[in-house]
């Protein structure tokens, strides 16, 4: 069954201090890997789209990257501003929905 | 307006009620999408509409849930029958593309089934 994993659940960090986001995934006919931020109240906002292994993409302090089995979102030196819920989801084969995980929650402080 | 616009952003029924979500996603996109999101999980699938025919429906939890696009514009979700499981945030996103994987959020409908 085609599902996905998000680690951790909950993260905490001061304001600087660069850490990263993991997605573990299996599925069977991969067609995307997407990464949503999602502020409380808001829906979720697109990121980045990633499709095979060994891509990466960036936008300001947030480099997404995948393998085989799992991506990673890194936030280098992230700002107050960062926090927010993080969601990782998938496209496969089979249908044209994204399936999302759970989401890592955020919290940047100053 | 610039982005997609749910309504109303907050529902209370009362069990049993009937209720109907609206949608209006952003001019020209062909691609629409109903997710369910619950408290403390990410969005799970309802249903998918490119343009006003609805293509896969098979996220809807049961027969009391039922979506419509009709002129391939505006979409309206609709529960009968309320239950109190149904108590959720409900999203609609559009996508210029058939497919749609890059999907534009509304801020959901919040619905709380008393």
């Known amino acids: 069954e085609d599902q996905v994993t998000q680690s951790p659940e909950a993260l905490r960090l001061q304001e600087g201090e660069s850490s990263s986001l993991n997605c573990s995934y299996t599925?069977?006919?991969?067609?995307?890997l997407f990464w949503y931020r999602q502020d409380p109240g808001k829906g979720p906002e697109f990121l980045f789209t990633?499709?095979?292994a060994g891509e990466e993409k960036e936008k300001e302090r947030l480099k997404a990257t995948l393998t085989k089995k799992e991506s990673f979102l890194h936030i280098t030196a992230p700002k107050p501003e960062d926090s927010a819920t993080y969601l990782c989801?998938?496209?496969?084969?089979?249908?044209?929905?994204?399936?999302f995980g759970k989401g890592t929650t955020l919290s940047v402080s100053s | 307006g610039a982005g997609v616009s749910q309504s109303p952003r907050y529902k209370v029924a009362k069990r049993g009620q009937d209720v109907a979500l609206r949608c209006d996603p952003i001019?020209?996109?062909?691609?629409l999408f109903w997710y369910q999101q619950a408290l403390g999980q990410g969005p799970e699938f309802l249903t998918y509409?490119?343009?006003?025919?609805?293509?896969?429906k098979s996220g809807l939890p049961s027969d009391r849930f039922f979506a419509e696009r009709p002129e391939g514009s505006v979409s309206t979700l609709k529960i009968q029958r309320t239950q109190q499981e149904d108590s959720a945030v409900y999203l609609c996103?559009?996508?210029?593309?058939?497919?749609?994987?890059?999907?534009?959020f509304g801020s959901g409908t919040q619905l709380s089934v008393l």
């Open positions: 509409f490119q343009n006003e025919a609805q293509l896969d």
């Open positions: 599925v069977s006919g991969l067609r995307g």
């Open positions: 996103a559009s996508s210029p593309t058939a497919g749609g994987e890059k999907l534009f």
């Open positions: 989801a998938f496209s496969n084969q089979a249908g044209t929905a994204l399936i």
């Open positions: 001019s020209g996109h062909v691609s």
């Open positions: 990633l499709y095979s």
